[in-house]
């Protein structure tokens, strides 16, 4: 890896990128620590110091810690990376969506504009319950601090504009990183928030057990490992193209394979269920978890450590896994398109028989692939509930989401980099 980098860096159009995109990074930071107007940064961190639980922790997780803290960036990218999810399930249900999609560049666009849209539409929503909740106190329930310094409408109005302003500069960012920079914009970007609390546990845990510090790198060495084998391994289909004869010229005739990763719905199943696990939680606290109904949800869904928390975590992982791999992978269409240009997989009929083959064939690798993200997922319940020490529960780094994120779009990164020097590296004939 450093010597990857360190070639990158030789390449001026490459040394270009990394700074562009090291750039966007460090501005993003700045954004998530700057406060939104009215806010009384000091009441914030006194809160932030005593503050502990399972909300809390996954809020800081995923907002980087900016969403707490009532930042400018408050929302980060996770309302964009919310938009994109709800339109790719609306694709499977609405006609016209499946439409523009198959359009190619042209449709991408106009998938990509609604997509903002919602995104804006859901920040306003997001903003709206962050604020709501700071100025009732709900926010942080064990501290009575104040966190805004006007309680008045009008406040409260520019805040929520300020967030929402924010959160379109952070998409701005991520399509600017896209475009001119390195990698994915958005899958940078969270790669960013999910990095930046990183430091902040390691030095709570260190504070209870510097041992237990020791033990957890450790592991989390090799639970990367374990993660990018897993995310790397996959089935390859052969497919054998028949020659055909166009004007003068023979064409086809050749071999190669469709790759099937054993983990083809992502981390997106995991982001899914935990935003829905989220939603009880969140009702609670805007309820003041009073209610038959708010205790059992505090009982039963909130606590992590709770055996039916993780049975509907693990299950409604392997569902919606099942689910997304079978909106995003038709196996009818890529058997369609396979028999148009003459493509049969060797042994297998093309058309119906082929569509059938590779269903029998995907479903097989995605059963595998689901047991993996829920038991990654369910990895530090289980070493909160043997640790049996709350505070380590609360910063416990190497949770399933995290380590997703973190090895995907590293992965990913490293891909670009290298498919990006090779274009322009050039071996003459004669050494």
């Given at each position: 890896?450093?010597?990857?980098?360190?070639?990158?860096?030789?390449?001026?159009?490459?040394?270009?990128?990394?700074?562009?995109?090291?750039?966007?990074?460090?501005?993003?930071?700045?954004?998530?620590?700057?406060?939104?107007?009215?806010?009384?940064?000091?009441?914030?961190?006194?809160?932030?110091?005593?503050?502990r639980g399972g909300l809390v922790e996954m809020v800081q997780l995923f907002s980087g810690g900016a969403m707490l803290k009532l930042s400018v960036f408050a929302l980060g990218v996770m309302p964009y990376i919310t938009a994109s999810i709800v339109i790719q399930l609306l694709a499977v249900l609405i006609p016209r969506l499946e439409t523009l999609r198959k359009e190619g560049q042209a449709g991408q666009a106009k998938i990509t504009q609604?997509?903002?849209?919602?995104?804006?539409?859901?920040?306003?929503?997001?903003?709206?319950?962050?604020?709501?909740?700071?100025?009732?106190?709900?926010?942080?329930?064990?501290?009575?601090?104040?966190?805004?310094?006007?309680?008045?409408?009008?406040?409260?109005?520019?805040?929520?504009?300020?967030?929402?302003?924010?959160?379109?500069?952070?998409?701005?960012?991520?399509?600017?990183?896209?475009?001119?920079?390195?990698?994915?914009?958005?899958?940078?970007?969270?790669?960013?928030?999910?990095?930046a609390v990183f430091p902040s546990y390691a030095s709570n845990i260190f504070a209870l057990n510097p041992f237990a510090l020791v033990l957890m790198l450790i592991s989390g060495v090799f639970l990367v490992?374990?993660?990018v084998?897993?995310?790397?391994?996959?089935?390859?289909?052969?497919?054998?193209?028949?020659?055909?004869?166009?004007?003068?010229?023979?064409?086809?005739?050749?071999?190669?394979y469709i790759p099937l990763k054993v983990n083809q719905a992502g981390i997106t199943p995991v982001i899914f269920t935990s935003s829905?696990?989220?939603?009880?939680?969140?009702?609670?606290?805007?309820?003041?978890?009073?209610?038959p109904v708010a205790q059992w949800i505090s009982t039963y869904l909130v606590r992590g450590d709770h055996p039916l928390y993780m049975t509907a975590y693990f299950l409604l992982i392997a569902g919606f896994t099942y689910f997304y791999v079978s909106i995003t992978f038709d196996p009818a269409e890529v058997a369609d398109t396979m028999r148009r240009h003459g493509g049969f997989v060797p042994g297998v009929r093309p058309g119906r028989p082929t569509a059938e083959y590779l269903?029998?064939?995907?479903?097989?690798?995605?059963?595998?692939?689901?047991?993996?993200?829920?038991?990654?997922?369910?990895?530090?319940?289980?070493?909160?509930?043997?640790?049996?020490?709350?505070?380590?529960?609360?910063?416990?780094?190497?949770?399933?989401?995290?380590?997703?994120?973190?090895?995907?779009?590293?992965?990913?990164?490293?891909?670009?980099?290298?498919?990006?020097?090779?274009?322009?590296?050039?071996?003459?004939?004669?050494?």
């Open positions: 890896m450093p010597t990857l980098l360190i070639r990158a860096f030789r390449v001026p159009e490459l040394r270009k990128k990394l700074l562009f995109t090291l750039g966007v990074v460090a501005l993003f930071r700045l954004g998530q620590i700057l406060p939104s107007p009215g806010v009384d940064v000091a009441g914030v961190r006194r809160c932030l110091a005593g503050a609604y997509t903002r849209y919602l995104a804006v539409g859901l920040a306003v929503i997001n903003a709206t319950a962050v604020v709501a909740m700071a100025r009732t106190g709900m926010i942080f329930p064990t501290c009575r601090e104040r966190l805004l310094y006007d309680q008045s409408t009008l406040s409260a109005v520019v805040t929520v504009a300020t967030m929402v302003a924010g959160m379109c500069v952070v998409m701005w960012l991520g399509e600017l990183v896209t475009d001119r920079g390195i990698g994915n914009g958005m899958s940078v970007l969270i790669f960013t928030q999910v990095v490992a374990a993660v084998f897993i995310e790397q391994a996959q089935r390859r289909l052969p497919v054998q193209y028949a020659k055909r004869l166009v004007g003068r010229r023979m064409y086809g005739g050749t071999s190669t829905l696990l989220y939603l009880p939680q969140l009702a609670v606290s805007l309820s003041g978890g009073t209610g269903r029998f064939v995907l479903s097989r690798l995605t059963a595998p692939g689901a047991v993996y993200l829920g038991l990654l997922s369910l990895l530090p319940l289980v070493a909160f509930v043997l640790l049996r020490d709350p505070g380590t529960q609360q910063n416990f780094p190497f949770g399933g989401t995290t380590v997703l994120i973190m090895v995907g779009v590293g992965l990913e990164t490293v891909k670009q980099i290298e498919a990006q020097l090779q274009q322009r590296t050039y071996e003459g004939f004669l050494r």
